[in-house]
């Protein structure tokens, strides 16, 4: 076998993995406005639904990040990951009303968060040299599955109801499950000696330096922006815009998609460039379309505007995540864990102000996602001047 055949094979199984364990998540942004039918919900409580959920599934971004820093025997511990995420959204398909569907949504998107360190944190130590590349490769798998999760439970949705599509949702997971079980050998890499409380005293003292806050307030409000679009976008597209289902997940697709192919692009351009040049340019660049969102009457142009706007957001993710690992320096897969927590707990408040927005007209939560998007890419520009040391220029 090659020499460099074992470092492309994990690479490319966790892409898979990452996006069979973010299937139902992608699929129910789709399922929304099934949902919202079904339920009679409002788009304030469609929001909630969305934050309480991203709240509740941090639970397991640090833990998993830490285990990852520390024992190298991670296989079994992907497979896991797997059989949480099938038989938490295999129950959630039961829920009888909203709240206990909430709470059984954030159960089961604790399986997903926990993937994420494990597996960013495991490629960010193995490749060291390439970590926003490597880590935009790695997330083309998760938006990967929020282009083709919603397209095709859009198509579901014409002939089942939203329970089923939430239940075919889970199938890529059962398969990539038997998979890394089948290679969970092969996903082992050395771990970090001395597992203690340290660690996070450390990161402590890093994150609540006026460096750390800076970037802590430039992450989670970048989150924000995007939790806000996402929440109310396909409610927008079937409600405000009359498409269909099928329709609205072939416009949701288009949107992620746009994200997922800029992603490695973005992360290269970083590497090389700067991170917080490449992130405030790309949130600046799309924020003006959010803002022109109440003044569209065409539905093909708000789409239009909806793709550029997801597409270049999204398309800064692994920047985001890079940034935060050079800032830390060590210890990836905890910092990594602790970054999710920020996007994930913090930025949910993104999906609940954007429901709040959305209950008096759906297209001014794209205002609040584009408001959201300047002040963190200002963040990014003063903290660049004052704070040279978030997110390095050269290249490690």
């Known amino acids: 076998m090659d020499a460099s055949a074992p470092r492309r094979l994990p690479v490319v199984a966790f892409c898979l993995g990452h996006m069979a364990v973010d299937w139902p998540h992608g699929a129910i942004w789709i399922l929304a406005p099934a949902l919202a039918i079904a339920m009679d919900l409002s788009p304030g409580e ?8 991203a709240v509740g599934s941090t639970a397991t971004h640090i833990p998993a990040g830490m285990i990852t820093d520390h024992f190298g025997r991670r296989g079994l511990l992907f497979v896991t990951t797997f059989v949480w995420v099938v038989l938490g959204y295999g129950a959630a398909t039961l829920a009888p009303d909203f709240w206990s569907l909430t709470f059984m949504l954030a159960l089961a998107g604790m399986g997903t968060s926990a993937w994420h360190p494990l597996a960013t944190g495991t490629l960010t130590q193995a490749m060291p040299g390439q970590r926003a590349r490597i880590l935009g490769i790695h997330a083309m798998g998760g938006t990967m599955a929020e282009v083709f999760a919603p397209l095709l439970t859009g198509v579901f949705l014409t002939f089942v109801d939203w329970r089923t599509g939430l239940g075919l949702s889970v199938v890529p997971a059962v398969v990539m499950g038997v998979v890394f079980f089948a290679l969970r050998d092969r996903m082992n890499l050395p771990g970090h000696a001395g597992a203690s409380m340290l660690d996070m005293k450390d990161l402590w003292r890093r994150w609540s330096s006026r460096t750390g806050l800076a970037l802590v307030a430039m992450i989670s409000i970048y989150n ?51 991170r917080r040049k ?21 539905p093909l142009v708000a789409v239009a505007f909806l793709v550029g706007m997801i597409g ?7 920047v985001v995540l890079a940034s935060a690992v050079d800032f830390a320096g060590k210890r990836e897969g905890t910092t990594l864990g602790l970054t999710f927590v920020m996007m994930d707990g ?13 209950d008096f007209d759906l297209t001014w939560a794209f205002v609040l996602a584009s408001g959201f998007a300047v002040v963190s890419a200002v963040i990014a520009i003063l903290s660049s001047l004052a704070f040279p040391v978030i997110a390095p220029e050269s290249r490690t």
């Open 312 to 318: 270049a957001f999204y398309g800064v993710r692994s």
């Open 346 to 358: 913090i930025g949910a408040l993104g999906a609940l102000l954007g429901g709040f927005a959305g």
């Open 46 to 53: 469609l929001g909630t639904l969305f934050a309480v959920t």
């Open 278 to 298: 490449v992130f405030a340019a790309s949130l600046l660049a799309a924020a003006p379309l959010g803002l022109a969102m109440p003044f569209v009457e065409s």
């Open 224 to 274: 924000m922006a995007i939790m806000a679009v996402l929440a109310m976008a396909t409610l927008y597209l079937v409600n405000d815009l009359g498409l269909s289902t099928t329709t609205a997940g072939f416009a949701f697709a288009a949107m992620i998609l746009a994200g997922a192919l800029l992603q490695p692009v973005m992360g290269h351009l970083s590497d090389r460039r700067g």
